[in-house]
């Protein structure tokens, strides 16, 4: 990290996204900084401006706007984690940001930050992935939405430009008669980067079938995703143990399908079975 770094401040939004545009090639945007400053010491980045965001307005604030909840893309992990809004209509999301790292990194660490550093073991995105999330985007030709499914190319591949920034994300809410939860696997309780994490929203029929599911799998992939094939397979099931240690099997035959087969995998199989079964044994003996 010997060559000189200049650092800019943008005053708003617009200014950031005009700066992106003449010199994002060459520019790394900051807001927590967690990622990007252990990749400057390491030598993995070598920008010649860091594009400091923290600030603008535009990327803070929680609450609900037309029925959806809204978070801004500079929330802080630990502001996350807090937030009576997401409680209510995300609270798969807060469980993820309660468990994420240590108070010094949740106090520092954004949401912007952990999705499009598209890591993937990052906590946050398979909640946001359950809740058919959006990112509002911004660059000089106007502001688009990418659903967060369509962020991540690959470990650590983003497709979101150099010349664009989000500056929030968009979530469909839970609503009161559904379930949600966030489950993961580390080596320690907090500390630990994930070894597999997940989320799921769902809800029963009168007659205790399951009549609406999302569920999400990450860290045990390459990029955090949806599994449509254990929606699918739980859609009209009653969740008793049996048919939840079933989708388990499943979802670990589909886990190999697409991360293939390593040394490792002999212990993820089971693993991502009783880590599905912790994740939605609290709706086994619910209405």
């Avoid at 839970?174 to 993961?184: A, G, H, I, L, R």
């Amino acid at each position: 990290m010997n060559k000189t770094i200049e650092y800019i401040r943008p005053a708003d939004i617009n200014e950031a996204v005009n700066f992106l545009d003449l010199n994002g090639n060459n520019t790394v945007t900051i807001a927590g900084g967690t990622d990007v400053m252990i990749d400057l010491r390491s030598g993995e980045i070598s920008p010649e401006y860091l594009l400091d965001i923290s600030r603008l307005p535009d990327i803070h604030g929680i609450g609900m706007k037309d029925g959806l909840l809204h978070i801004g893309a500079g929330s802080t992990i630990n502001i996350i984690a807090r937030s009576q809004d997401v409680y209510r209509f995300a609270p798969s999301l807060t469980k993820a940001t309660e468990t994420f790292a240590v108070p010094q990194i949740r106090n520092m660490a954004t949401i912007g930050g952990n999705v499009a550093h598209c890591s993937p073991c990052g906590d946050t995105v398979p909640s946001l992935l359950v809740h058919e999330a959006y990112a509002v985007v911004h660059s000089i030709s106007g502001v688009k939405h990418i659903p967060v499914s369509d962020i991540a190319s690959g470990p650590y591949l983003t497709n979101i430009k150099k010349n664009e920034l989000i500056s929030s994300f968009v979530l469909k809410p839970v609503t009161d008669s559904q379930f949600s939860n966030f489950e993961k696997i580390g080596r320690r309780k907090a500390l630990a980067i994930s070894r597999m994490n997940m989320a799921v929203i769902l809800s029963k029929s009168n007659n205790g079938t399951v009549d609406f599911i999302r569920f999400a799998l990450g860290a045990a992939t390459p990029v955090s995703k949806r599994i449509e094939e254990i929606e699918n397979f739980l859609i009209g099931q009653k969740p008793v143990e049996k048919i939840l240690w079933q989708a388990g099997k499943k979802l670990a035959d589909i886990m190999v399908a697409i991360s293939g087969r390593r040394p490792s995998t002999i212990y993820k199989e089971k693993a991502v079975q009783g880590l599905f079964l912790r994740l939605l044994h609290p709706v086994i003996n619910c209405k």
